[in-house]
Each structure stands twice: as C-alpha cells, then as structure tokens.
C-alpha cells in the first residue's frame, strides 16, 4: 500500500514560501471529504508518482494544522499534477479522494508491446493513434497501465482497435471500442533527386551566344 503523508496549510501561505522549503501545495476533494488544503514534500510525491501514477490508489495521511490535531487517512488518487512549463518540476497536486467500494472512471495510458510484422518486413512504419484509454473499474482494480501487442499488425490493412484490447478482470471500457489504437502506415516512396548538371547549362548557353554572334556579324 503506498502511503503519502501531507500537512494542512492554509489560504493565508503563500505558495512560494512553500515551495521554498522543499513542498507542494495540493487541494484533496472528492468522495465524502470537504475540499482541504495540504502540501506534501517534493521528494516523497515525486517516488510516489513514480509508483502509482495516476491510477492506482494511495492513503494520504494528513496531519493536523496543530499538533493536538489527529491525523486522517483517506484513500486518494493522484488526479492532477501542474508541472513549470520549463523546468518540469510539480507546482500543485490535486488529490480525488475516492470511495473503495464505488467504481471510478480514470485515463489509463496505453504500453505498446511486440513487434508488428508488417514493420518488419519492411512495409511502413508503425503509428499509434492512441496512447491512453478511458476505463471504469474498482479502485483495487485500477491497472497502472495496459499492454497493446502490435505484433498481429501483419499487412497494411490490419487495424488494431479499442475493443480488441484484453483488459484485467474488473476494468470495464469507456472509450469507444470502435477508435483505432495503431496501424501501420505505408512506407512513402523516395523520390529520386535530380541532378542539374550547371556547368553543361553554362557551356551551352555560351555556345548559343557565340552562334548568335556568328551569323550577326555575316549579315
């Protein structure tokens, strides 16, 4: 179970100042919980991202403003991270906090495996049209990803759609099982450069002036 501990924090902080010291500011709201201000540390978040993602379930553990405050538990996902449009590093997190025993609907990315026949014998190039999927599971049924073998891709006609996609017991689809996840698109044919020889264009355009020249001077 990955547990992430966080501290409340009021509108009154000022969110550089928490930044500066090593944490996030992040909101939780959802499932039976009023919307409440925390901030966790960067360090922490980011090996927690790293393992749950975005779809699978944590326990943030949020400590009171004081310490007489006792500290709660709510089964959380991580459901948006606001990251520095140039450094990358996470500015804000939102937490949804979800119930255990109701399905929830979450963006799973997709992870493309094997090789596609047709790609190698040499017919196109491989493109995944889609990336991701929408799916409705329990949370303890929630996948961390889910894998697409392209390697049936053998002619260029073979299309992989959302419905051909074996999902883990427990995960019902949301996205339309007709959209196309990859194909192999036709190699484009190389179009062979020609050479324009200028010094032959030159020579010839010297030659006809001195042709020129030759029969004005005979009139």
């Known amino acids: 179970m990955n547990i992430l501990t966080a501290t409340k924090r009021s509108k009154a902080d000022k969110l550089e100042f928490i930044r500066s010291n090593g944490m996030i500011p992040a909101v939780v709201y959802g499932a039976q919980v009023e919307n409440t201000l925390v901030s966790v540390l960067s360090s922490t978040f ?13 326990v943030l553990e949020i400590a009171g403003a004081t310490e007489k405050d006792k500290p709660i538990k709510i089964d959380v996902l991580i459901h948006e991270v606001q990251v520095h449009p140039v450094k990358g590093y996470p500015l804000h997190v939102d937490f949804l906090a979800i119930d255990m025993n ?21 017919l196109g190039s491989l493109v995944k049209v889609l990336h991701e999927i929408d799916i409705e599971a329990l949370p303890k049924d929630l996948p961390h990803n889910i894998e697409v073998d392209v390697s049936g891709i053998t002619t260029l006609e073979d299309l992989i759609h959302v419905k051909d996609i074996k999902l883990p017991k427990g995960v019902t689809l949301v996205t339309d099982g007709e959209d196309v996840v990859a194909l192999v698109a036709a190699a ?32």
């Open 102 to 122: 109701k399905p929830v609907e979450v963006t799973i990315p997709l992870e493309f495996i094997g090789l596609a026949k047709a790609e190698k014998d040499g």
């Open 188 to 219: 484009k044919e190389e179009v062979e450069e020609v050479v324009v020889d200028l010094s032959a264009i030159e020579v010839e355009k010297k030659g006809k002036k001195e042709d020129e020249e030759e029969v004005a001077e005979t009139k």
């Open 46 to 58: 980011a090996k927690t991202l790293k393992i749950a993602g975005e779809t699978s379930t944590i």
